[in-house]
C-alpha cells in the first residue's frame, strides 16, 4: 500500500504554528520535542568529551588547570548520563512507537506527557545555569562526604537540576505502563506486542521503582550540604557508604534504562533486517522482565571496595554474573534468528551488528568486573571507563542510532541517502573502538580515572583514544547533514519503505494525526514474515 501519491495531512501539518507544538498533546510531535532536547544535549556533553580528550593527549595538566578538569568530567558525565542516555530511546523512540505500535490513538496521558517534556528540559536547562554559575566537580557519582560536605562547587544546584528531570521519567514510565497495560488494540495480546514494547514495559518498570530512590538520595545529600543534617558525613554522625548503597541501587538499574530500550530496537532490526520471526520471541520477551528485577540486585558490585564484608561481596558478585545469563539469551536469539535468514545489510542492521559486537565486549568485561579479585585491580582506573562507555555509547547509542535511521521515514516521510548512512555507520564502529579499546590497556596497566596528568608510559594509549575519538566525532556529525538534507530534498517516503512488519508500517508515513484513519484490528502473531 502506497500512498505516496496522495496527499493527506498528517501529525506535522497538523498546525504550523510555534504554539501547536509547545502545547501538543500529540505523543509524536512530544517526541520530535524529546529529538530536539536530547540532541541539543548530546551535542553539549560531546562537547565536554572533547576538551578532556585533549587534555589528555598529553602527560601534564596542560591545557585546562585540575580544578577546571574536574568540573569538565562531572558535567560531561551528568549531562550524558541523566540528560541523554537515559531519555534517548524511550522519550524520542518510544513516545513516538510505543502507542503506534499497539495501535493506540496516544498514550494514557498525553497531557502529563507534555509535561514530562517540559520537566526534562526545564531541569536540564537548570542544570545547564548551574554550569554557567560555576560548575560542579564531585563526578557524577556524587559521592559524600565529599560531594555534601566539601565541595565549594555548585552541586546543590546540580542536584535540583536532576531531581527536577526525575520526575520526568517516573511519569513517562507511568504513562508507557498504563498505556500498555489498557489501550492495545482488539487482537493486540501481550504475546503479539512487539519486543520493543516488551522493553519499553521493562523500562517503565525500573522508571517508577528505582527513580524515587535516586531523587530522595539526592535531595539528602542537599539537605546535609544546605542544613548540616547529619546522614552521610561521619563528622555529622552520617554515614557515607549509605549513599553509595542508595546510589547505586538506583544507579546500577539505570544502566538497564539505557540497554532495554537498545535491546528492543535490535529485536526489531534484526527480524526485519533477517526476515524472519525473532527466534524464542517469549524468552526475549521475558529476559527484558529478569534484567529489570535482577537489575535491583547486583548494586554492591560497585562497592567491592568500599568496606563490604567478603560475604556481601560473594553474594553481589554472584548475582551480578546471573543478569548475564537473560543478556546473553538475547543476544542468542538473534544470532539465531539471523541464522539462515535472508540478511540485508543497509544501515540500521549496520548498527545491530555494531551493537551486538561492543555490548558482548562490554557485557563480558563486566563479567571481569563482577569477580571480585580483577575488581579491586582495576578498580577506579580506565579499565572501568572502557566496560561502561562499551555498554552505553557502544549499546545505547549504537541503537538509538539504528533506530532512528530505520523510523525516519516512518516519523518525516523522507528518505536519507543510504550511502552515506552506510559510511557513518563504519566511521563510528571505527571511531568508537578506537576511542574505548586502548582505554581498557591502559586501565589494566594502572591509570586511575579522572585524573587530568599522568605518567608519560601511558601517553601512547591516551594519543589512540584521542584519535579515536576525532574520527568518532566525524562519525557521529555526518547524520547531522544526511538526515537533515533528508527533509528538505529527501524523497517521499512509501508507508512501509523496509518491508517490515508491525503495525507502524500500516500508517502512512509521516503517521496521520490520531495514528490511524480506521481503529486496527490485530489477527495475527508479531513479525510474521513468512507469510
Ligand atoms: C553482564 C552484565 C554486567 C556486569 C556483570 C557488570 C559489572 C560491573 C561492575 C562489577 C562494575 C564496577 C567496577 C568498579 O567500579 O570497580 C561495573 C561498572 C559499571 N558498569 Fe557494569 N556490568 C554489566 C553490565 C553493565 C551494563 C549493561 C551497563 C550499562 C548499560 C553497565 C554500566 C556500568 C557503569 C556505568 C559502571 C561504572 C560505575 C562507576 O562510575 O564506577 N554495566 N559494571
Ligand atoms: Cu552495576
Known amino acids: 500500500m502506497d500512498t505516496a501519491a496522495t496527499p493527506h495531512s498528517n501529525y506535522l501539518t497538523d498546525g504550523y504554528s510555534l504554539k501547536s507544538w509547545l502545547l501538543t498533546r500529540d505523543h509524536k510531535r512530544i517526541g520530535l520535542l524529546y529529538l530536539f532536547s536530547v540532541t541539543a544535549f548530546f551535542l553539549l556533553g560531546a562537547f565536554f568529551a572533547g576538551i578532556i580528550r585533549l587534555e589528555l593527549l598529553t602527560p601534564a595538566g596542560d591545557l585546562v588547570s585540575s580544578d577546571i578538569y574536574n568540573r569538565l568530567f562531572t558535567m560531561h558525565g551528568v549531562v550524558m548520563i541523566f540528560f541523554f542516555l537515559i531519555p534517548s530511546i524511550p522519550s524520542v523512540l518510544g513516545n513516538f512507537l510505543v502507542p503506534i505500535m499497539i495501535g493506540a490513538k496516544d498514550l494514557a496521558f498525553p497531557r502529563l506527557n507534555l509535561l514530562s517534556w517540559y520537566l526534562y528540559t526545564f531541569?536540564?536547562?537548570?542544570?545547564?545555569?548551574?554550569?554557567?554559575?560555576?560548575?560542579?566537580?564531585?563526578?557524577?557519582?556524587?559521592?559524600?562526604?565529599?560531594?555534601?560536605?566539601?565541595?565549594?562547587?555548585?552541586?546543590?544546584?546540580?542536584?535540583?537540576?536532576?531531581?527536577?528531570?526525575?520526575?520526568?521519567?517516573?511519569?513517562?514510565?507511568?504513562?508507557?505502563i498504563v498505556t500498555i497495560h489498557k489501550m492495545r488494540a482488539p487482537g493486540m495480546t501481550w504475546f503479539r506486542m512487539p519486543l520493543f514494547v516488551w522493553a519499553h514495559y521493562a523500562t517503565s518498570l525500573i522508571f517508577v521503582l528505582g527513580t524515587p530512590v535516586i531523587a530522595i538520595t539526592l535531595l539528602m545529600v542537599g539537605a546535609e550540604r544546605v542544613l548540616h543534617l547529619g546522614i552521610f558525613d561521619p563528622k555529622l554522625g552520617g554515614d557515607p557508604v549509605l549513599f553509595q548503597h542508595l546510589f547505586w541501587f538506583y544507579s546500577h538499574p539505570a544502566v538497564y534504562i539505557m540497554i532495554l530500550p537498545a535491546m528492543g530496537v535490535a529485536s526489531e532490526l534484526v527480524a526485519a533486517f533477517s526476515r524472519k520471526a525473532i527466534f524464542g520471541y517469549e524468552f526475549v520477551a521475558f529476559s527484558s522482565l529478569a534484567i529489570a528485577v535482577f537489575g535491583f540486585l547486583v548494586w554492591g558490585h560497585h562497592m567491592f571496595v568500599s568496606s563490604e564484608s567478603v560475604y556481601s561481596a560473594m553474594?553481589?558478585?554472584?548475582?551480578?554474573?546471573?543478569?548475564?545469563?537473560?543478556?546473553?539469551?538475547?543476544?542468542?536469539?538473534?544470532?539465531?534468528?539471523?541464522?539462515?535468514?535472508?540478511?540485508?545489510?543497509?544501515?540500521?542492521?549496520?548498527?545491530?551488528?555494531?551493537?551486538?559486537?561492543?555490548?558482548?565486549?562490554?557485557?563480558?568485561?563486566?563479567?571481569?568486573?563482577?569477580?571480585?579479585?580483577?575488581?579491586?585491580?582495576?578498580?577506579?582506573?580506565?579499565?572501568?571507563?572502557?566496560?561502561?562507555?562499551?555498554?552505553?555509547?557502544?549499546?545505547?547509542?549504537?541503537?538509538?542510532?539504528?533506530?532512528?535511521?530505520?523510523?525516519?521515514?516512518?516519523?518525516?516521510?523522507?528518505?536519507?541517502?543510504?550511502?552515506?548512512a552506510q559510511v557513518a555507520a563504519v566511521t563510528i564502529f571505527v571511531g568508537f573502538n578506537l576511542t574505548f579499546f586502548p582505554q581498557f590497556i591502559v586501565g589494566y596497566l594502572g591509570m586511575p580515572r579522572r585524573y587530568h596528568a599522568y605518567p608519560p608510559e601511558f601517553q601512547l594509549w591516551n594519543i589512540l583514544s584521542t584519535a579515536g575519538a576525532t574520527v568518532l566525532a566525524v562519525g557521529y556529525?555526518?547524520?547531522?547533514?544526511?538526515?537533515?538534507?533528508?527533509?528538505?530534498?529527501?524523497?517521499?517516503?512509501?508507508?512501509?519503505?523496509?518491508?517490515?512488519?508491525?503495525?507502524?508500517?500500516?500508517?502512512t508515513s509521516p503517521p496521520p494525526t490520531h495514528n490511524f484513519e480506521t481503529p486496527p484490528v490485530v489477527t495475527e502473531p508479531p513479525y510474521n514474515y513468512a507469510k
Open 477 to 507: 556529525a555526518m547524520p547531522a547533514f544526511y538526515l537533515l538534507h533528508s527533509l528538505f530534498k529527501g524523497k517521499r517516503a512509501p508507508s512501509n519503505p523496509w518491508g517490515a512488519k508491525g503495525l507502524e508500517w500500516e500508517t
Open 123 to 176: 531541569g536540564g536547562l537548570f542544570t545547564l545555569w548551574a554550569l554557567v554559575t560555576g560548575g560542579v566537580d564531585t563526578g557524577w557519582t556524587f559521592y559524600t562526604p565529599y560531594s555534601s560536605s566539601f565541595s565549594n562547587s555548585n552541586v546543590a544546584l546540580v542536584i535540583v537540576g536532576i531531581f527536577i528531570n526525575g520526575f520526568s521519567s517516573i511519569l513517562t514510565g507511568l504513562n508507557f
Open 315 to 420: 553474594a553481589f558478585s554472584l548475582l551480578s554474573f546471573l543478569v548475564a545469563i537473560p543478556s546473553a539469551v538475547k543476544v542468542f536469539n538473534w544470532s539465531a534468528t539471523m541464522y539462515k535468514g535472508s540478511i540485508s545489510f543497509e544501515a540500521p542492521m549496520l548498527y545491530v551488528f555494531g551493537f551486538i559486537g561492543l555490548f558482548m565486549i562490554g557485557g563480558l568485561t563486566g563479567l571481569f568486573l563482577a569477580a571480585i579479585a580483577v575488581d579491586v585491580h582495576v578498580t577506579d582506573t580506565y579499565f572501568v571507563v572502557a566496560h561502561f562507555h562499551y555498554i552505553m555509547v557502544g549499546g545505547a547509542i549504537m541503537m538509538y542510532m539504528g533506530g532512528l535511521h530505520f523510523w525516519w521515514p516512518k516519523i518525516f516521510g523522507k528518505l536519507y541517502n543510504e550511502f552515506w
